[in-house]
């Protein structure tokens, strides 16, 4: 079956961190970027991250820079967000997304989003 | 980063009705533009890239149409299992890509 599982989430003090994991199964990983989104419960979606499918190449919203850092392992299927110096406005549900990539013919694109997760919700308080 | 304005935030149809969600950019974007679907609960899906192309599997009675800053998605024929909220998103200017507020449609 083709899904993402994210796990990890949870409640953190502001200033903590947090280690999000995202599970593939039933595609070729590493053939796809892969991303975070993230969103307030009733509010809006936010893009988080992007990772390339080879790992190499990363980038982060403006609000996330230089506290979250997103990692894959490409043996395992597995993506992953580090959290750090979380605060409050970082409280959501935060999504795996997959690229669509070259299953988005006639234009493939990493920034079209075709499978999600369930998403994992984390919740900074203190 | 460029802002993507969804119109209306809500609408309230009946089954078999046709309804049309708009979405405006903030400066052009060719056809970079996306359309979701998320249920209470669910994630999103995609059913619309590149403006026009339907997703595989999503059925026919959606549909996307505009470019350059102004987007509309169709739904053609209302069933029930469409009443959900509605996401534009703009992958033109990524890696900061946007979504728009959302839309709701409700049964009337």
């Known amino acids: 079956e083709v899904q993402l599982v994210e796990s990890g989430g949870g409640v953190v003090q502001p200033g903590g961190s947090l280690r999000l994991s995202c599970g593939a199964s039933g595609f070729t990983f590493d053939d796809y970027a892969m991303h975070w989104v993230r969103q307030v419960p009733g509010r809006s979606l936010e893009w988080v991250s992007f990772?390339?499918?080879?790992?190499?190449?990363?980038s982060y919203g403006d609000s996330v820079k230089g506290r979250f850092t997103i990692t894959r392992d490409n043996r395992k299927s597995s993506l992953f967000l580090q959290m750090n110096s979380l605060r409050p406005e970082d409280s959501a549900l935060y999504y795996c997304?997959?690229?669509?990539?070259?299953?988005?013919?006639?234009?493939?694109?990493?920034?079209?989003?075709?499978?999600w997760g369930r998403g994992t919700l984390v919740t900074v308080s203190s | 980063d460029i802002q993507v304005t969804q119109s209306p935030s809500s609408v309230s149809a009946s089954v078999g009705d046709r309804v049309s969600i708009t979405c405006r950019a903030s400066?052009?974007?060719?056809?970079?533009l996306a359309w979701y679907q998320q249920k209470p609960g669910e994630a999103p899906k995609l059913l619309i890239y590149a403006a026009s192309s339907l997703q595989r599997g999503v059925p026919s009675r959606f549909s996307g149409s505009g470019s350059g800053t102004d987007f509309s998605l169709t739904i053609n024929s209302l069933q029930p299992e469409d009443f959900a909220t509605y996401y534009c998103?703009?992958?033109?200017?990524?890696?900061?890509?946007?979504f728009g507020g959302g839309t709701k449609v409700e049964i009337k």
């Open positions: 990772i390339g499918g080879d790992g190499t190449e990363t």
């Open positions: 998103q703009q992958a033109n200017s990524f890696p900061a890509v946007t």
């Open positions: 400066q052009g974007i060719y056809n970079w």
């Open positions: 997304a997959k690229a669509c990539g070259h299953d988005c013919k006639p234009t493939p694109s990493p920034w079209y989003f075709n499978l």
